[in-house]
């Protein structure tokens, strides 16, 4: 006769995949901040973790994936900028003010983004972790997708312009825009954005 299941504690192996993750997303997160992207290691996360090399790469994979989940942002950035960058190139400022606004726009979100920003303007520039880990993420792909010259350069402005909008609005809450509704905000935001797409540079007069 078999004997019924136990309920309750999970079995000991759960449980202890689940410290395990924890402690190098620990390890992981206090490398980042003290030597920032490009001088964490996955051996050192581990090292520090208490556990093997394989391990952070069984539960994270690349080095990449495990700086998004330290990050624990509420959405990975990756599957973003495909979405806004799929449809017609002379409408993309509007759709990429759209999408971040909205997330930013969300409590508990911004909560997340908020204090991950922070973190980052706190960093020390010479190891800045957001410079080195998540803004890669986010302008390769962009300077792939757009035209003509300088598209490395162009994908920057956009960068530069987006982040001065979310650090002005949500991290310094500075009024009225802290207060300005979505479509107003992308209304006025939207045309200047959009020729770091699309347009050419132009000289005075």
Known sequence: MSTPARR???????????????????????????????GTT??????AAGVDAALVH??????????????????????VLPTVLAGDLDTAAWRLL???LTLWDEPAARLQLVAVARAGLASPAESNPLRDGLLPLILA???????G???????????????????????LA?????????????AWVAPNLQRYFTGQPQQEG
């Open 8 to 38: 309750g504690r999970p079995p000991r192996s759960e449980h202890d995949g689940a410290d395990r993750r924890r402690a190098i997303l620990t390890a992981a997160r206090e490398s980042f901040a003290a030597q920032g992207y490009k």
């Open 42 to 47: 996955m051996r050192g996360v581990a090292r």
């Open 58 to 79: 069984h539960y994270f994979g690349a080095k990449e994936d495990l700086f998004l989940a330290a990050l624990e942002l509420p959405l990975d950035p990756r599957t």
């Open 98 to 100: 759209r999408t971040v």
């Open 141 to 147: 792909p962009l300077a792939e997708r757009l035209p």
């Open 149 to 171: 010259p300088d598209p490395v350069r162009r994908a920057q402005f956009v960068a530069t312009q987006m982040i001065g909008l979310l650090v002005a609005r949500y991290v």
């Open 174 to 186: 500075i009024e009225p825009l802290a207060s300005l509704p979505r479509e107003e905000v992308v």
